[in-house]
C-alpha cells in the first residue's frame, strides 16, 4: 500500500518509479483538484460527499479530498490493484461455481423428496391442511422444484371439505330448528285448546302459519342438501 502525504511526494514518487512493481500512471499529490485526479486515475468508481470533505472510490484504493483539494490518498500501485481485481475474480468465480453446484445439489435432492412423496401412501392420506403446509415447507426448501400441481390438488380436497363440513354444519342446524317448532306446534295446540278468547286463537293460527311455512323451507331445503 502506498500512502502520499505532501512532503514525502518527490520521495514516493521517486520510490514507486524505482519500485520492482512500477506505477507508470501519474503520482496523486496533495493538493490536486478534483479534474487533476481525474485526469491522472480516471472516473471514480463511486463517491461520498460529507461537508466539506469528498471521497473518490478507485479500484486502486481511495483519494481524500477536503474543500476540493487532495488532502490524502490511499493508493496501491497499478500492479497491486491488477492483483486484487485478479483475486476478486477468482474468489466470485469461486462462489459461482459453489451456488451452481448448490442449487445442482438443491434439485436433484428435491426431485427426489417429490418423486418419494407423491408415492407415499401415508401422506396421501393425510389431512389436506397438513399437505398445504408440507409443501410450503417445500417450496422453500427446493425452490427451484415445481410443485403447484400437488398444491392445487391439496387446495382442492381442503375446498371440499370445507364445504363439506360446512353442510354437515347446516344439516345439524336445520334439523334441530326443526325439532323446535315440532315441539312449538305441541305447545300452540294446548295454548289453542286451552284459550276461549278469539284474539289470542287468531294469534296461534298466524305463529303457526308462520312455522308451518318456516318448517316447509327447513324440508325443502334437507332434501336439496340430500341429493
Known sequence: MKIIYSGMALLVAILGHCASRADTSPAVVKGDTFEQVVGKL??????VKGGARTTYYYDRGTVD??????????????????????????????????????????????KAQLEKTLADKEFAATPP????????DFQQKFPGIDVSAPIAEAQKKLDANQKGNQAVTELLALNTRASEIEKRFKQLD?????????????EIDQERAKLTQE?????ARVAEMLK
Open 42 to 47: 480516471g472516473e471514480p468508481k463511486g463517491k
Open 65 to 110: 479530498f477536503l474543500t476540493g483539494r487532495v488532502e490524502r490518498a490511499f493508493l496501491m500501485t497499478a500492479a497491486e490493484a491488477k492483483e486484487k481485481i485478479a483475486e476478486r475474480e477468482k474468489a466470485e468465480e469461486a462462489m459461482r461455481r459453489h451456488a451452481e453446484a448448490e442449487r445442482a445439489r438443491l434439485l436433484a435432492e428435491g
Open 129 to 136: 391442511a397438513f399437505q398445504l403446509v408440507y409443501w410450503a
Open 190 to 202: 294446548e295454548d289453542y285448546a286451552a284459550s276461549l278468547a278469539n284474539w289470542k286463537r287468531n
Open 215 to 219: 318448517l316447509a323451507g327447513i324440508k
